[in-house]
């Protein structure tokens, strides 16, 4: 209906002035007239220009005054000839209008107090503000000071116009035919085909956009460290065991009982079950022993130990605990079988959260467990891993872990920044970890570990870990990010 009075109105006239207007005379809302417009100048049957005024407009509060008179003029002709008490007028008024009406009708020299008393300082008043009120809204222009003071009042807002000026356009019919958007094969077989007029290929239109899922940057870098890990051969380790006991966690690792790492401000240990009791005996005497006492060539630590902390159970600190549960095993064997194990999983902490740390992480380890190893071979392991990985200039520390010696902090030269930055630590398990396990005398273990999460930092730029890892990620970034290649 919208179409046809427009197109017809066209075809004997120049042009529709207003688009408002328009839309009353044929009774249609101007929403659906301005898409109409919209869809008839983009096949440019009209030409339309789009037209803006702007005008004042009558607030709620406004609209209320001008029926019903200004608060100032009511509260006038409520006061009688000799006057009325405060509070009988505010009753008589309302708090409202006794409040507004009051402080304009003294701004206007109308009234007067005498102590509680109000009365009548002229005869009569006229509603000046009812008046304009009334002006404005049947589109009558007043003086500017009039606008401020009623603006002010917060009476009338400015109103902005929007509309359509339209005329004939270059494709101009007076009734258009719909386009056909497909050739089908009864167009063909007709031969409606001949008098069809067809919807035009927009070339440049993109394509929908396929929504997917993204990996998380960490999960990339783990994907990619993970093939690594394969590449050279190394078996990966289970290691969905979060809830651990001390005994595999420290004990097992030459760890005395007396180490801060083992206090609660470092480690969370849990209420329920608070411990285990299932624990190797055997290999538990063996350990108790050690720590005591010593043996294998080693003095122990000399204390008393407690079987009670061995069983307290905790988030794990390092997946070293899960290494320790594997070299058990792969000592109850009988035969030896050189192993090549790693593991990418989660680990806990009780540190103070920063741009650097979490509670939570993730830990990268990796370890050779065969005869005759030594820290030669540990070193060219290392330059292997960490090559692949696109940092081929390491140097090597000496540190001190409990349960490796020798031990190495690695340090790899960072060209962005300048400067060596550390990447992990790095050791040969001792033997009071190794030979309580049942493991032959000549096979030694190298090992190594690191964060996952900060070479995911390096390599896309991140400096806080929080927007790497926990409730604040951006998944926008995640989407963005490009595709993880590790040592290119």
């Known amino acids: ?10 075809q004997t006239k120049e042009h529709i002035s ?13 929403t659906e007239l301005e898409n109409l417009i919209k869809s008839l100048k983009g096949f440019q049957i009209v030409d339309a220009q789009e037209i803006t005024r702007e005008s004042w407009v009558l607030t709620e509060e406004g609209k209320t005054y001008m029926v019903n008179g200004s608060p100032e003029a009511l509260f006038f002709s409520a006061i009688p000839p000799e006057g009325i008490s405060r509070s009988n007028l505010k009753e008589k008024l309302g708090a409202e209008i006794f409040d507004i009406g009051s402080k304009a009708a ?13 009365k009548r300082k002229v005869e009569s008043v006229q509603d000046e503000v009812k008046n304009v009120l009334a002006r404005i809204n ?11 003071d009623l603006k002010r009042r917060k009476l009338i807002i400015k109103q902005t116009w929007k509309g359509y000026s339209l005329k004939k356009g270059p494709k101009y019919v007076s009734k258009r035919k719909k386009p056909e958007t497909d050739l089908t094969r009864e167009h063909i077989v007709s031969g409606d085909w001949k008098n069809l007029e067809f919807k035009e290929y ?23 460290i993970q093939n690594i890990f394969l590449e050279m051969g190394f078996e990966e380790m289970p290691t969905n065991n979060f809830v651990e006991s001390s005994f595999w966690n420290f004990d097992a690792l030459f760890q005395p009982q007396q180490h801060p790492a083992r206090d609660s401000h470092d480690t969370f240990f849990l209420e329920t079950p608070a411990s285990t009791q299932n624990l190797p005996e055997d290999y538990l005497g063996r350990v108790k022993l050690v720590h005591e006492s010593g043996g294998y060539g080693s003095k122990g630590y000399g204390y008393d130990w407690k079987r009670e902390e061995a069983e307290k159970n905790l988030l794990r600190t390092h997946t070293t605990a899960v290494s320790t549960r594997m070299l058990y095993a792969l000592a109850q064997q009988d035969t030896f079988t050189p192993k090549r194990y790693y593991s990418i999983d989660r680990v806990f902490r009780n540190e103070a959260v920063d741009r650097t740390h979490l ?12 005869r005759g190893l030594t820290l030669g071979d540990l070193i060219g392991v290392l330059e292997d891993f960490f090559s692949r990985l696109g940092m081929s ?29 550390e990447v992990g630590n790095s050791g040969m398990f001792r033997p009071e970890m190794l030979l309580p396990m049942g493991l032959p005398e000549d096979v030694n273990v190298i ?36 595709i993880c290649r590790l040592g290119l």
């Open 1 to 10: 209906m919208a179409e046809e009075a427009v197109l017809g109105f066209l």
């Open 447 to 482: 090992a190594w570990g690191l964060s996952l999460e900060r070479p995911t930092m390096i390599l896309y730029g991140i400096s806080n870990i929080r927007d790497l890892f926990g409730p604040k990620v951006d998944f926008n970034l995640i989407k963005s990010n490009p």
């Open 393 to 421: 200039k390491l140097r090597f520390k000496p540190a001190y872990n409990p349960y490796t010696e020798p031990s190495m902090e690695i340090f790899s030269y960072h060209d962005g920044l300048q400067k060596w930055v």
């Open 106 to 118: 003294a701004k206007n020299k109308w009234i007067t107090f005498e102590k509680d008393l109000v």
């Open 202 to 224: 927009n070339l440049n239109a993109e394509a929908p956009q396929i929504q997917a899922g993204y990996l998380h940057s960490l999960l990339e870098v783990r994907e990619q």
């Open 18 to 30: 207003d688009s408002h207007e328009f839309a009353a005379s044929i009774g249609v809302s101007h």
């Open 138 to 148: 049947s589109g009558e222009a007043v003086g500017d000071q009039v606008i401020n």
């Open 359 to 370: 509670a939570e992480f993730h830990q990268i380890e990796g370890l050779i467990c065969d």
